[in-house]
Structure formats: C-alpha cells, structure tokens
C-alpha cells in the first residue's frame, strides 16, 4: 500500500528558530515530490523535486529529494511568525497521495 | 494568471437538497482534481479529469457527481448528502496529468455544511 509519512506532526519553535521538517514515502510509479504551504484555505505550492541531492531554495526556504532512502526534507530557516501553517508534503505517482502534515507554530 | 476560482465560498445544505460546487482556471490546463478535506486531515483524492474525461474515481460515493464541461471548468453536483460529507471541497489544476512531473495549484475550496 502507498504511503506518505510526515514527521513530526507538530512542531513549536520561537522566531529565528531554523526548522527541519521530514517526509518519507513508499509508493509505485513515483514521479515527483510536492511541498505545499496550507494556512486556513488552499495549500499554497512551494516546491517539487524530482532528481535526488539537487537542492530547492526560495528565500528561507529549502528543499531536498533522496530517492535512494525514499525521504525529502524541508528546511525553514530565521522562521517567521507568518511561517506558522501546516506544511503539506505529496508525492505524484499517477495519484496525488498527501502526508497528514506538519503543524508548524512559530512563536514571537 | 496562475488562480483556481470556486464559487461558493460556503454552502450549508439540508440532506435533501440539491447543490453544484463551480471551479474555474484559465491557465490552459488539462487536469482538473477535486478534493475532500475534513479538519486537521491532509486533502484525499475524489475525481480526476484529463483532457476533460474522468480518468480517476477514488470510490467515492454516488451522491457526488463531476462534471467537466470544458476545459477551464469543473463542477461537483451534490445530492442527498449526508452530514459527514461536511468538509472544505478542494478543486485543483495542473498542466496535464501524464508527464513525468506536474504542480497542482489550488482553489480557495468551499466549505461545505450538511445539516
């Protein structure tokens, strides 16, 4: 059976705090890894990978795909208090198969 | 412009009442998704249309019906629901559905309440 694991499921740090946030998955036909930002509404696209160790950055954020041990990782550095969100992880394989989530709190 | 309309925004139904929940995008995309989110439970696939077919059906049940008109829209038609059908109704685009990767972009969703 596909799955698509996220850990840990919630997190509270203080602002400037640098966050790792995991995602393991074991599914067929894999094709792409989607990181998605989802405050009250729509999950908001953040990153996909699909080639393993090429690194993903936008601003304070970034990302990295190792298809050898089947994991991504999301890295949020100098956080934010607007960082506070539940943070999606996805993998594509003919479905879109999404991860319970990260809740990420970030404290003044 | 990279946005995925829906209309309503909220909907409160009676378990036999009949409803439509719109979804529109002008990006040119070929794929169009709906989801079902419950609270603090990630999105789960409904349906998928490609190339407006119905490509995925993820078992849902009867009582929700797609319906792919064109190309740029994409409408779910409710009927007799039941109340813990009540969640956030996620519509969602992408470029094409085969290929070797595709980024989904969202909706605002319709949050739904059956009572």
């Known amino acids: 059976e596909d799955k698509v694991v996220q850990s840990p499921l919630s997190l509270v740090v203080h602002e400037g705090d640098t966050v790792t946030l995991n995602c393991s998955y074991e599914v067929t036909n894999f094709r792409s890894l989607l990181w998605y930002k989802q405050e009250k509404k729509a999950p908001t696209f953040l990153f996909m990978l699909?080639?393993?160790?090429i690194e993903k950055k936008s601003g304070r954020l970034s990302s990295i795909l190792d298809k050898k041990e089947l994991f991504s990782i999301l890295n949020i550095t100098a956080t934010q208090t607007g960082d506070s969100a539940v943070y999606l992880c996805?993998?594509?394989?003919?479905?879109?198969?999404f991860g319970a989530g990260t809740r990420l709190t970030v404290k003044p | 412009d990279t946005e995925v309309t829906q209309t309503p925004k909220h909907l409160v139904m009676g378990m036999t009442n009949k409803k439509s929940l719109k979804c529109e995008q002008h990006?040119?995309?070929?794929?169009m998704y709906w989801y079902k989110q419950k609270a603090k439970k990630p999105p789960e696939l409904m349906f998928v249309y490609s190339y407006e077919k119905l490509s995925i059906n993820e078992s849902v049940p009867s009582r929700f019906s797609p319906e792919c008109p064109n190309s740029s829209l994409l409408n779910l038609h409710l009927h007799a629901l039941q109340p813990e059908d009540s969640a956030l109704y996620l519509c969602?685009?992408?470029?094409?559905?085969?290929?070797?990767?595709?980024?989904?972009?969202f909706g605002p969703g319709t949050r739904l309440t059956v009572t």
């Open positions: 996805a993998v594509n394989n003919n479905d879109m198969r």
């Open positions: 969602a685009s992408s470029q094409d559905r085969g290929g070797f990767s595709y980024e989904q972009y």
């Open positions: 990006m040119g995309h070929r794929a």
């Open positions: 699909t080639s393993s160790g």
